[in-house]
């Protein structure tokens, strides 16, 4: 018995020590499509039924996105950060998000899994790279999830005629500000979604098309009803001229790209529609018509209704709460009922967006929790909903606890950093992807070119912020674009594309991909810098938890040398860096 234990404190002392060695192996260990699609898929125990057509997802990324964005972010961007050109905002923001889409749309075709960003980066950029990428998107997702729930009751008390910020929450004195107003109804619309996405994917699919097929006929009627009543000199003209700036920038050229940043956070919803890409009937036809579809509508939409928005309200009298359903608030009684009208319109869009983008988080959890990078209880799969009910229950859990407590300008204050730099990091993954084989060949051409072409951008990025304006920057700014393009030729001449796509490829290759890394490295310039604190901070988490649970706690129950029982020594070498102990159940797999 001594001697048994003393063997086990061994083995575990032994495995301890070889920590540094195990995370650095880990961190970069690459898995495969086939993986994805298969042995890890199984650790899910059932199967999600393939249910979706490409009419659920151009629904789920419409009824995800739309609703969100103008209804939460459009009027703190107007107000504070870009004025009526806000919708340029829009513009540069969705063209941004297509440009994502793309990439997204050929890793989701060629490994339809529910993974999303974090499958794509774990079959390029290997394990690491992916739950950090991974992590802060599902945290971007439960904050903007949170916000959109409070900013529920505000439109919902629009509807009814009330001032839900008064009568529907519960002022704790005791609390901070910012933390000190409770709101039931967010919790309550939070864990009622919960349920429904644990109950059945189609069902809450079909929920979602009946609720954005109402809302469109809402965001219809708010378009028509701002040009038909807005003022045209509201483009150009303040409020208080003393006070504020007149003008269609009114913030500068400047404020567009920083409102463009502020108003990303609404696209996130066509990423939650990639994530159920394993409940695809055809995900070759389906998946790229869905993703690219949804974001070419909403952009619109956006932009119609940013520009309706405009013309109501001069920017600096905009309520940046509600700013549509306030826009009426003080008109003439003949007018009034508009304002109740356009809240009811706002609380099925926030519905239908909450409901998009908790399955998508609930997706993504799932399948880390099949890499075992987390417990394994997260990625199981209910064989009676085909659902993955315990992570869509541990999400909506922490969602409603961050909605019942926190203010919403702190929660957006939170979010579009992460999603911004895991948007980033997918147009690079589907590059390397590309041009850099499986077969053993160097990737360090394809990697210098990245960086390369990376760092042109943030050079950029920090001119256009920091330099004076005048003739010299201009200069400055044509001359170091000249050069990424020149980097991007360069690509093209000097280093061969090794892998096409079977069914469906980013057109353009790699053209369009490095335009969305410029885009996203320019609008994450835009962000001030507590943003990066925050993103810092959780970053520096996530990275501790990776090194304590997924290296140590996975790891050190059995010592490497038993990974290779059986095995003769040429077999040894070859194992030892696809080795993972699997979380979920102490499984030892091996990819030989």
């Not at 659920?56 to 504070?80: I, K, N, P, Q, Y």
Request: with cysteine; glycine share 8%; charged share 15%.
């Amino acid at each position: 018995m001594e001697k048994s234990r003393e063997s086990s404190f061994t083995r575990l002392s032994r495995a301890a020590a070889r920590t540094a060695k195990r995370v650095g192996r880990r961190a970069v260990t690459v898995s495969t499509p086939f993986d994805e699609l298969h042995p890890v898929r199984a650790r899910s125990g059932a199967d999600m039924h393939r249910t979706l057509t490409w009419v659920d997802l151009v629904g789920l990324g419409v009824g995800g996105m739309v609703g969100a964005g103008v209804f939460v972010t459009t009027g703190r961007a107007s107000r504070l950060l870009a004025g009526p050109a806000v919708l340029l905002s829009y513009a540069i923001a969705g063209l941004s998000a297509l440009l994502s889409a793309f990439s997204y749309t050929e890793f989701a075709v060629d490994i339809p899994v529910a993974g999303g960003a974090f499958s794509y980066l774990r079959v390029t950029f290997g394990e690491f790279a992916a739950f950090l990428c991974g992590a802060n998107l599902v945290m971007e997702y439960v904050l903007s999830n949170a916000a959109v729930a409070r900013s529920f009751t505000a439109y919902l008390g629009s509807a009814v005629g009330i001032l839900a910020t008064e009568k529907w929450r519960v002022t704790i004195s005791f609390l901070p500000n910012g933390f000190n107003q409770i709101d039931f109804i967010a919790v309550a619309v939070i864990l009622s979604i919960t349920l429904l996405i644990c109950f059945s994917t189609k069902e809450s699919s079909v929920l979602n098309m009946v609720l954005t097929a109402m809302h469109i006929l809402f965001i219809c009627f708010i378009i028509v009803i701002g040009f038909w009543k807005g003022d045209w000199r509201n483009f150009v003209k303040a409020e208080d001229p003393e006070k504020h700036n007149s003008g269609f920038f009114p913030y500068g050229v400047s404020g567009v790209f920083n409102g463009a940043a502020m108003v990303y956070v609404s696209y996130i919803g066509y990423d939650a529609v990639s994530t159920m890409a394993e409940e695809v009937r055809n995900p070759r036809r389906d998946i790229p018509i869905g993703v690219s579809g949804s974001v070419v509508l909403v952009t619109v939409f956006y932009c119609l209704m940013s520009a309706s928005m405009s013309k109501l309200v001069p920017y600096d009298a905009i309520d940046a709460d509600a700013p549509f359903s306030a826009a009426f608030r003080g008109e003439s009684d003949g007018w009034r009922w508009v304002s109740n009208v356009i809240g009811a319109g706002a609380s099925f869009g926030i519905l239908t967006s909450l409901v998009v983008a908790m399955l998508g988080q609930a997706r993504y959890v799932c399948v880390i929790g099949r890499s075992g990078v987390i417990p394994g209880w997260f990625a199981v799969v209910h064989p009676k909903t085909s659902t993955p009910v315990n992570a869509s229950v541990f999400l909506g859990l922490l969602t409603a606890t961050i909605s019942l407590f926190t203010d919403l300008q702190i929660l957006l204050n939170l979010v579009s950093i992460g999603t911004l730099f895991v948007f980033y990091m997918v147009a690079n993954a589907v590059i390397y992807k590309r041009y850099v084989s499986i077969t053993p060949r160097s990737p360090w051409p394809t990697l210098s070119f990245l960086l390369s072409f990376s760092l042109t951008s943030i050079l950029f990025t920090l001119l256009w912020r920091y330099v004076p304006s005048g003739h010299p920057k201009a200069f400055i700014l044509f001359v170091n674009f000249i050069v990424a393009i020149a980097i991007v030729q360069a690509f093209v001449l000097l280093v061969p594309q090794v892998h096409k796509p079977q069914f469906w490829g980013v057109p353009a290759m790699p053209w369009v991909p490095f335009a969305s890394i410029f885009l996203n490295l320019f609008l994450l310039g835009s962000l001030d810098g507590p943003s990066y604190v925050r993103f810092g901070v959780f970053s520096g988490v996530v990275v501790v938890f990776y090194v304590v649970y997924s290296a140590v706690n996975v790891g050190a129950s059995v010592g490497e040398e038993e990974c290779f029982v059986q095995l003769d020594e040429g077999t040894k070498e070859k194992c030892l860096s696809n080795c993972i102990v699997d979380g979920g159940g102490g499984e030892i797999s091996l990819k030989v």
